[in-house]
């Protein structure tokens, strides 16, 4: 089983910046997907950012150019780099690991960006 723990999350004010860690336990962590999905209030989960395993990164359009993902395999931990945020970034940011077809999941933790 992969335990994921995030961190970093908290109150900031519009055009600010914040970075997110998720560290997690298994011991193959360099053959893992990993993603960052977030959940506002009244909307669905969404994938934010995802690098996979060669370190290729995807984004969802509403944050390119403002997050960053990237991960460093000698410490099992992926980031979420996010800057120029924004009232519309608030939400539970959840870390995410997939290898085979197996997931895991982290409790979250809350961004609140104020305007």
């Known amino acids: 089983q992969v335990q994921l723990v995030e961190s970093g999350g908290g109150l900031v004010q519009a055009g600010g910046s914040l970075r997110l860690s998720c560290a997690a336990s298994?011991?193959?962590?360099?053959?893992?997907?990993m993603g960052w999905f977030r959940q506002a209030p009244g909307k669905q989960r969404e994938l934010v950012a995802g690098i996979n395993s060669a370190g290729i990164t995807n984004y969802a359009d509403s944050v390119k150019g403002r997050f960053t993902i990237s991960r460093d395999n000698s410490k099992n931990t992926v980031y979420l780099q996010m800057n120029s945020l924004k009232p519309e970034d608030t939400a539970v940011y959840l870390c995410?690991?997939?290898?085979?077809?197996?997931?895991?999941w982290g409790q979250g933790t809350q961004v609140t960006v104020s305007s």
């Open positions: 995410n690991a997939e290898w085979n077809t197996r997931s895991s």
């Open positions: 298994g011991r193959t962590f360099i053959t893992y997907a």
